[in-house]
């Protein structure tokens, strides 16, 4: 198979003063999928790892538009990207990046990471385009996945049942002098008449007893939440790209969903930030598996995760924000109101625990999360978390 067709009339050279040979072994060896577009959309360059991905050969896509390797709704909407861009010069995905699908020649879909850079010419502008098939690291995070929910179902199952088992043993023995106590209060009192005032003092101290031991369940239970909500995490200076990156890919595996257009916009000035990586993974793919399922319904199916420099923090650099914005039916007064509660949801299958485990979370790495609407007509939930500083050079 030619690794691509040169035409001297439609198609200017990428690499000055490079020879035929030199484009023909860099589009031949180029590990992920190369492919380069004109103004248009047209297709000028396809290289040989492209023609592996997608299923055609390099002389049927070039010179047509490369909506042709797209499922909707990107195909129907690519052309109207392109002329936004060149109108006003706004990125949708050049520069940025994004986790998305692509299309087949024989018309399946599959997931892809692609990245998009801008060049011009004395012919106009060039887009180029590297793409990475996540195909086979889907199907392993899928795995993965099926594995970890296993796994999780079985330790929720193991600590509510260690849970249930220390706090019958550690409340039994107060609870038991309570009813002791009241029982022993109620018969000095006896049914009728008054009783005499060496047992009236009898009583006030059974009742003092018995509220003394009510203050100790409430100790006990009040240490077990502390515990939980301050337990030990390993917090290190992690990247949020790669964090909200894997977060992303984890979420949308397996869940069905291939409409949904996924736009991530994270600001390389907050890249840095202190956090344990597995906590916050967990609190980015609760929020975006509520996003895909919130959505399911929505004639719009827009996802977009996005961050930007926040106010406050304990340290010089301050904090990073992070937003989840869908554009579902949104949340109702009611359940906005006990959003972050236990045991609260909206969910046919739900516990109602996800939100309330992020905030703890979140309150524990010393941020805080909270929802408002979206852009889009859906929620957009926030958390902050504290930013580190970038290394200084020298």
Known sequence: ??????DESALPALLPDSGDALQRTILATVPDALIVIDEAGSILLFSDAAARMFGYATEE??????????????RDRHDDYMRHYMETGEAH???????TRARRRDGSSFPIELAVGEARSERGRLFTGFIRDLTEIERAERRLNDL????????????????ASALAHELNQPLTAIASYAEGARTLLGEAGTPPSEDIAMVREALAEASAEALRAGQIVRRLREFISRGESEKRVEKL??????????????TGQTGIDVEIRLDPAVDLVI???????????????NAVEAMQRSPRQSLEIRSRPARGGKGRAGLAEVVVSDSGPGLSPDMAAVLFQPFNTSKEKGMGLGLSISRTIIEAHGGRIWAEPSEFGGTAFHFTLERAEEPQDG
């Open 93 to 99: 995905v050049i520069g940025i990046g994004r986790v």
């Open 275 to 289: 956090c344990d990586r597995i906590q916050i993974q967990q609190v980015l793919l609760n929020l975006i598996r």
């Open 148 to 163: 970890q929910s296993e796994l999780s179902h079985i330790s929720r199952v193991s600590a509510m049942g260690s849970l």
């Open 241 to 254: 790209r790669r964090l909200v990156t894997e977060a992303t890919a984890l979420a949308m595996t397996g």
């Open 61 to 74: 896509v070039i010179g047509h538009n490369v909506r042709m390797l797209m499922p909707n709704p990107d």
């Open 1 to 6: 198979m030619c690794p691509f067709r040169r």
